[in-house]
T-cell receptor, first 116, second 117 residues
Framework: AQKITQTQPGMFVQEKEAVTLDCTYDTSDPSYGLFWYKQPSSGEMIFLIYQGSYDQQNATEGRYSLNFQKARKSANLVISASQLGDSAMYFCAMREGGNQGGKLIFGQGTELSVKP | GAGVSQSPSNKVTEKGKDVELRCDPISGHTALYWYRQSLGQGLEFLIYFQGNSAPDKSGLPSDRFSAERTGGSVSTLTIQRTQQEDSAVYLC???????????????FGDGTRLSIL
């Protein structure tokens, strides 16, 4: 069963607008972490934001925020005031607890294009 | 400080040849991971090293793939008798030792783009 689902293969947003990238996950482990990474066309993976399963508040990092709805098992990324440099692939990933060793399970990604 | 360093950045080889990919993690990071990214796809876990513990090899796709980590630092991923389906970007990541649901992100290198002719 797919553990991380990103249902939007591609998204467009107007510069300076906000955009939400969807991510749902599946796990029976009570201890887990959720990550968002950005991959520009140059290929590097850039860590953006993290949400732990026990965190009471939604994570925020500058223009990035994570809309964490634990009961619905969703962890959507919100980018406010989009910039042209935000155009990239965005990956949601999960790290489970227990003896899983910390490996990340990635979704298929969402390609975001910011229009001027 | 230096990030995760991978070499070579690009590798083109003929089917059936062996290849070695190198990863130098961030200093002080005890956990090291290898992932593979095929064209237009997400990342697929291959193998994980943590300190002196036995590596987690559960993601290796076949026995042609192996990896080692010497002295708890540099790691080498070896692919023997390469096949065309091995063509992909191989990404290495490192992190501090992970505990529970704590925030210890994995930091990635720029990857090795492997092309099998």
């Amino acid at each position: 069963a797919q553990k991380i689902t990103q249902t939007q293969p591609g998204m467009f947003v107007q510069e300076k607008e906000a955009v939400t990238l969807d991510c749902t996950y599946d796990t029976s482990d009570p201890s887990y972490g959720l990550f968002w990474y950005k991959q520009p066309s140059s290929g590097e993976m850039i860590f953006l934001i993290y949400q732990g399963s026990y965190d009471q508040q939604n994570a925020t990092e500058g223009r990035y925020s994570l809309n964490f709805q634990k009961a619905r098992k969703s962890a959507n990324l919100v980018i406010s005031a989009s910039q042209l440099g935000d155009s990239a692939m965005y990956f949601c990933a999960m790290r489970e607890g227990g003896n899983q060793g910390g490996k990340l399970i990635f979704g298929q990604g969402t390609e975001l294009s910011v229009k001027p | 400080g230096a990030g995760v360093s991978q070499s070579p950045s690009n590798k083109v080889t003929e089917k059936g040849k062996d290849v070695e990919l190198r990863c130098d993690p961030i200093s002080g990071h005890t956990a090291l991971y290898w992932y593979r990214q095929s064209l237009g796809q997400g990342l697929e876990f291959l193998i994980y090293f943590q300190g002196n513990s036995a590596p987690d090899k559960s993601g290796l796709p076949s026995d042609r793939f192996s990896a080692e980590r010497t002295g708890g630092s540099v790691s080498t991923l070896t692919i023997q008798r390469t096949q065309q389906e091995d063509s992909a970007v191989y990404l290495c990541a490192s992190s501090l030792k992970w505990r529970g649901a704590s925030n210890q992100p994995q930091h990635f290198g720029d990857g090795t783009r492997l092309s099998i002719l």
